[in-house]
T-cell receptor, first 115, second 113 residues
Framework: NAGVTQTPKFQVLKTGQSMTLQCAQDMNHNSMYWYRQDPGMGLRLIYYSASEGTTDKGEVPNGYNVSRLNKREFSLRLESAAPSQTSVYFC??????????????FGPGTRLTVL | DQQVKQNSPSLSVQEGRISILNCDYTNSMFDYFLWYKKYPAEGPTFLISISSIKDKNEDGRFTVFLNKSAKHLSLHIVPSQPGDSAVYFCAASLIQGAQKLVFGQGTRLTINP
């Protein structure tokens, strides 16, 4: 099992460009999440999907859109990238109802720089 | 408004000694608390969790303590090993349809030989 995979690993964009970050999980989890990690801020939830066909805003959704393509895949789109979106982006998944440890499983991250 | 806080950005501990990482929270509705460990250029990995109905959970060298009245939790690592050097994130969980995690800022733990 690969767990949670993310593509690309690195990306450099110019202000105003668009891109989609891809995430897939092979653990048959119902819920999927997108976080961003910034220095001194921890991880902050951007969007989440409780189950296939549903998506909801998290703490910092502005400037992003998401698509839950199917149970395995959850993509994050930046329509018009801004320097403030320079960050490391993590995708995660979890069981619903939660498993015994209530844990989320994280991908390796995408490091995005917006110039 | 930071609901989960880790007030120590870094901690340095001698190999073999105890490492104690602290975390405070403000929302009494949180029902689960988790610790994640993160190495550079990798995603966070789950370490240990505790339900809000318990005050202690142990897993090998790792123990998490929860003090609900003080809204405080701590992670104890005994004995500390060089491989424990990483950034540790405290997270609090709300189950509302999906599980929403609120993370602290992280503490960088360095274990010195």
């Amino acid at each position: 099992n690969a767990g949670v995979t993310q593509t690309p690993k690195f990306q450099v964009l110019k202000t105003g460009q668009s891109m989609t970050l891809q995430c897939a999980q092979d653990m048959n989890h119902n819920s999927m999440y997108w976080y961003r990690q910034d220095p001194g801020m921890g991880l902050r939830l951007i969007y989440y999907s409780a189950s296939e066909g549903t998506t909801d805003k998290g703490e910092v959704p502005n400037g992003y859109n998401v698509s839950r393509l199917n149970k395995r895949e959850f993509s994050l789109r930046l329509e018009s990238a801004a320097p403030s979106q320079t960050s490391v982006y993590f995708c995660a998944s979890s069981e619903l109802p939660p498993g015994s440890n209530n844990e989320q499983f994280f991908g390796p991250g995408t490091r995005l720089t917006v110039l | 408004d930071q609901q989960v806080k880790q007030n120590s950005p870094s901690l340095s501990v001698q190999e073999g000694r105890i490492s104690i990482l602290n975390c405070d929270y403000t929302n009494s509705m949180f029902d689960y608390f988790l610790w994640y460990k993160k190495y550079p250029a990798e995603g966070p990995t789950f370490l240990i969790s505790i339900s809000s109905i318990k005050d202690k959970n142990e897993d090998g060298r790792f123990t998490v303590f929860l003090n609900k009245s003080a809204k405080h939790l701590s992670l104890h690592i005994v004995p500390s090993q060089p491989g424990d050097s990483a950034v540790y994130f405290c997270a609090a969980s709300l189950i509302q349809g999906a599980q929403k995690l609120v993370f602290g800022q992280g503490t960088r733990l360095t274990i010195n030989p």
